[in-house]
């Protein structure tokens, strides 16, 4: 009985397939009541086509970074994805101190051409985070519960900084962005 659970056990990990996947779309997010030059309030602006992303929690500037993945097709049960694992980029601009980055579900009702502050957008649950040391790279963060509730084929999640200003390249850049492997 135990030999039989031990091969199948086996035979399912053998099994699993590993998915690399970039990006899909991605954007900053800004909830503010700063004004831009033209008396537009900054955080309607979107700014899902530029080519970084920022995250900074301040006083009266809240931006969040927006990252939307599309579930591969051989995946017919987002349920049954054993893992999956955010890459963090090295950041365009760090701050010069310890920082921490956490990353949240999104929902994913958003398009990245016109996604902002104003946009409902529901989060709900912490999936994992990273502490990053003074002039460290980021790493990964775990984020298993977004792919597992992906819904119509994609999923979505927010990443938030603990203050500091850090900004990545998004994927309109050309440059390293965010990655994702999902194990299935």
Known sequence: ????????????????????????????????????????????????????LTTFKGNKDYRRILLGFHVPAPVKDPSLITKCVLHVPVPKDAPDQDYSLTAYTA????????????TKITSAKELGSVNVPKGKNPGTIDVTGACQAAAEGKFSMFIDTNQPVVTFYSKDS???????????
């Open 107 to 118: 929902s994913s009702n958003w398009d990245e051409a016109s996604v902002n502050g104003a």
């Open 174 to 184: 050309g440059k390293a962005s965010f990655t994702l492997d999902m194990t299935y």
């Open 1 to 52: 009985m135990k030999i039989t659970a031990i091969l199948v056990a086996l035979s399912a990990t053998a099994m699993a397939k590993v998915y690399h996947m970039n990006a899909a779309s991605d954007a900053t997010v800004s909830y503010s009541g700063i004004k831009n030059s033209d008396g537009s309030f900054e955080s309607l602006t979107p700014k899902g086509n530029e080519s970084t």
